[in-house]
């Protein structure tokens, strides 16, 4: 370490690495959630060629706003504390 460099201590530390896997979390979920409608559903679209993923999530948007598409996101946060 360079002289006049801070380095975190022990809780800071904990604190920066609980708040990336919030952050991670928040970009993760929503793709999961994807995935998992894509695979279980099977949707298609109109045409009867598989749906799009930004078509998937404008039906989700569509049916229950954000709170679909974010839903499980808390749920995943408190499963890593």
Partial sequence: MRRG???LGAVEELLVGALAGVF?????TPMNNLVTRKQ????TSS????????SILRDIY????????????????????
């Avoid at 279980?40 to 949707?43: D, K, M, P, V, Y």
């Fill in 5 to 7: 460099q801070k380095t």
């Fill in 24 to 28: 991670s979390r928040f970009f993760t």
């Fill in 40 to 43: 279980t559903l099977g949707q």
């Fill in 47 to 54: 045409d009867g060629k598989p749906a799009s993923s930004a």
């Fill in 62 to 81: 569509r049916e229950k706003g954000i709170t679909g598409i974010l839903v499980f996101i808390g749920i995943r946060v408190r499963a890593d504390f």
